[in-house]
């Protein structure tokens, strides 16, 4: 870490000296690293720090090396301050303090809290239902947060997968009939009247669990508008097996509304009418993102394949 950035640390933290103690991650296609920091002489024992590098080339693992791809990720980091910057701090939904965002040449330094030493410091990989409703109840308190405001400085569309910013995914997808109503499918989700600003990567690993299975959500590079039903379906598929997936839907759907109601202080009914309405379309918006950018993934299975198939018909018939 340069000189730069250390000395950040030090005043923002009022710490007297630090010690890099581990690299938490690399970041997606090289794009720098998350530091675990200690310290010493502060009342803050450690931080997390996201420390953003632009690559000397851009090596995609799934090779979509291109300037898009490259733009798309520029954008998500400065998303990212942004959202910290401005809106962080008014999420109901747990998530970690920062501490400071500097900036020196072509590098980045958002300054966090260390949330394992805030006791969120178990990552899993799979969970019990009670895991997966606390994880709902995060989402729909970040939602709650944001009904009805306007993104500014964030993406005006959110999720890393949506239409605009996936022409390529697009081009490359071979199911024709999916292909052909992509734009339907993204209109139909874009117009929605009751807009949010969801995550956009809502996925298992960007959530953080208590001993106590509370939750604490990380990564906000792709937040900005949308309906809050392409991030809890994007969790969902992220940690349920396809049968799961079917078998739970209404109690996942009931169980979201449920507290997103609470976190409202009152029963949206129209608002809850229209997202139900969405929740297979924004299964089907994601499930046209991963056929074209991954057709083996593990996340293609006969569930997401059936309820696309379904809205596709409800699109292009109205049945």
């Not at 949308?226 to 079917?246: H, P, Q, T």
């Not at 169980?255 to 089907?284: D, I, N």
């Not at 996340?299 to 696309?308: A, C, D, P, Q």
Request: net charge positive; charged share 25%; proline share 2%.
């Amino acid at each position: 870490m340069n000189h730069h950035f250390q000395s950040f640390i030090l005043q923002q933290t009022k710490a007297n000296s630090l010690l890099e103690k581990e690299v938490i991650q690399s970041l997606w296609s090289g794009y720098g690293q998350i530091k675990r920091i200690a310290l010493q002489g502060s009342d803050i024992k450690s931080v997390v720090v996201k420390n953003i590098q632009l690559p000397q080339q851009d090596l995609h693992p799934r090779g979509w090396n291109c300037e898009i791809g490259h733009q798309r990720k520029l954008k998500s980091y400065q998303v990212e301050t942004h959202w910290y910057k401005k809106y962080a701090s008014n999420s109901k939904a747990r998530l970690p303090k920062c501490y400071g965002i500097t900036t020196q040449k072509d590098e980045v330094c958002i300054l966090l809290e260390d949330l394992d030493s805030a006791g969120y410091n178990h990552r899993k990989q799979s969970l019990s239902w009670q895991g997966i409703a606390n994880c709902l109840a995060w989402l729909a308190k970040f939602h709650a947060s944001y009904l009805d405001k306007h993104p500014q400085d964030l993406w005006n569309i959110g999720t890393y997968w949506h239409l605009a910013t996936r022409p390529q995914e697009l081009e490359a997808l071979q199911d024709q009939n999916l292909k052909a109503a992509a734009h339907k499918i993204d209109e139909k989700l874009n117009q929605c009247t009751y807009k949010t600003f969801v995550h956009g990567d809502a996925k298992l690993a960007n959530f953080c669990f208590s001993d106590s299975n509370e939750v604490a959500g990380v990564d906000f590079q792709y937040v900005g508008a949308g309906c809050g039903m392409k991030d809890v379906a994007y969790f969902i598929g992220s940690c349920l097996s396809e049968k799961e997936c079917e078998r739970l839907e209404s109690q996942i759907l009931d169980t979201y509304f449920e507290y997103l109601h609470k976190a409202l202080s009152k029963e949206q009914k129209a608002l809850e009418k229209e997202w139900r309405a969405l929740y297979p379309v924004a299964w089907a918006d994601f499930h046209r993102f991963l056929k074209g950018w991954s057709p083996g993934h593990w996340k293609i299975n006969s569930y997401s394949e059936r309820v696309t198939q379904e809205v596709i018909k409800q699109l292009n018939y109205g049945s």
